[in-house]
C-alpha cells in the first residue's frame, strides 16, 4: 500500500524557516501529484502548496513568496520549504498524493508546525 511519512515539524520564531519532507513508499512517486495542506484548531483544512507530476505550483495567496512547494523524484520526496514564517502558519501540516488514476487521496500522518516566540 501507498504511504506517505512527513518530517520537519517543530517550533520556530516568527520571521524563521522550517522545511517539511514527505516520501512516499509503495508506489511510484513521479506519477502523483503532490500538495501540502494544513489544519489550525478550529480552522478547516486548506491547501498550502501544490505541485503537479510535471512540476507545475500553486500556492495559497496567504504563503506566496513565503513558501516554496519542490519534489525529488529519485529520493520519492516532496518538500516544503517555509520562510518568513507567521504565528498564522501555525498548525498540523499534512502530505498529500493523487495518483495517476485520480480515483483517491493519500495523507500522511501530519506533523506539527508551531510558530510562536
Known amino acids: 500500500q501507498v504511504q506517505l511519512v512527513e518530517s520537519g515539524g517543530g517550533l520556530v520564531q516568527p520571521g524563521g524557516s522550517l522545511r517539511l519532507s514527505c516520501t512516499m513508499s509503495?508506489?511510484?512517486?513521479?506519477?502523483?501529484?503532490m500538495g501540502w495542506h494544513r489544519q489550525a484548531p478550529g480552522r478547516r483544512r486548506e491547501l498550502v502548496a501544490g505541485?503537479?507530476?510535471?512540476?507545475?505550483?500553486n500556492y495559497a495567496e496567504s504563503v506566496k513568496g513565503r513558501f516554496t512547494i519542490s519534489r525529488d523524484n529519485a529520493k520519492n520526496t516532496v518538500y516544503l520549504q517555509m520562510n518568513s514564517l507567521l504565528p498564522e502558519d501555525t498548525a498540523v501540516y499534512y502530505c498529500?498524493?493523487?495518483?495517476?488514476?485520480?480515483?483517491?487521496?493519500?495523507w500522511g500522518q501530519g506533523t506539527q508546525v508551531t510558530v510562536s516566540s
Open positions: 498529500n498524493a493523487n495518483p495517476p488514476s485520480g480515483l483517491y487521496d493519500i
Open positions: 505541485i503537479t507530476n510535471g512540476g507545475s505550483t
Open positions: 509503495g508506489s511510484i512517486f513521479s506519477l502523483y501529484g
